[in-house]
């Protein structure tokens, strides 16, 4: 009896692991108040995995990682949004690329890490790293380039961003908001998107409004479009 209970306990440990290391195929709507409001909110950038799901890969820990590759890692993320922010960026999930011939991965991928940052109480923002056996990034930037934009994580709340799209005249039923990256703006943004067209955020289906998350301004009011999208700046 006592085997068969601690066989059943590790089980039970690997399947929270398995679920605490990668986001689940639906996105669960979070909410909080703002005022007399029940606002729905996602996780940041939830596809973040994407760029890893398709890969043949085994979880890791960053000590199976050659130092050079540790050594960039930390570089990247140092030279892409400084030492203040980096200290904010929470280790995740790492894992090992193993190549095979039935699954597709970004070329030359061999090294996959995770990190998150709290953008208020139980919001996350995450990001996602996949390197080549030399260290060079091969995934998307998922952050701000700080040397272009110095004040980028100075960002207005979700409960400001909410009270923007109610006075906007362009509505959003249903809506959630959540903070996504736009490359072309260099910046975080807030986007209000319909709750049916939101489960994975960064690849949202309109109508979705788009708030600089730095400044508050509305830039973006998008009705419909042919395809997903992927950088809320475009």
């Known amino acids: 009896m006592g085997g068969k209970m601690i ?21 669960r709507h979070f909410s909080t108040a703002c005022g007399s409001y029940k606002v729905s909110y996602n996780t940041g950038n939830f596809d973040y995995f994407g760029v890893v799901d398709g890969c043949p890969f085994a979880v890791a820990d960053t000590g199976q990682f050659p130092q050079p590759i540790r050594a960039e890692i930390r570089n990247y993320l140092l030279n892409r949004v400084g030492a ?8 995740s999930a790492c894992q090992v690329i193993k190549p095979n011939a039935d699954k597709t991965c970004l070329h030359d991928a061999q ?6 940052f709290e953008v208020e109480d139980s919001m996350r923002y995450y990001i996602a790293l996949v390197m080549d056996l030399n260290g060079n990034l091969l995934s998307r930037h998922m952050l701000p380039d700080v040397k272009r ?3 980028f994580d100075n960002i207005i709340n979700l409960c400001d961003a909410f009270a923007i799209t109610q006075a906007d005249t362009f509505k959003i039923a249903n809506q959630v908001l959540s903070l996504q ?17 939101n489960k ?35």
Not at 7 to 27: G, R
Not at 84 to 91: M, Q
Not at 181 to 194: E, P, Q, R
Request: proline share 4%.
């Open 7 to 27: 066989i059943d306990n590790c089980k039970l440990i690997i399947a929270l692991l398995v679920i605490s290391v990668f986001p689940l195929s639906a996105q």
């Open 84 to 91: 203040d922010f980096f200290g904010r960026l929470k280790y």
């Open 111 to 116: 090294y996959a890490i995770q990190y998150y």
């Open 149 to 151: 934009n110095p004040k």
């Open 181 to 197: 990256y736009s490359d072309t703006k260099n910046a975080f943004v807030w986007v209000a998107a319909t709750s049916y067209g």
């Open 200 to 234: 994975y955020t960064n690849a949202t289906k309109p109508p979705y409004l788009t708030i600089n998350a730095q400044t508050g301004l509305v830039f973006k009011r998008v009705v419909s479009r042919m395809n997903f999208i992927r950088d809320y700046g475009q």
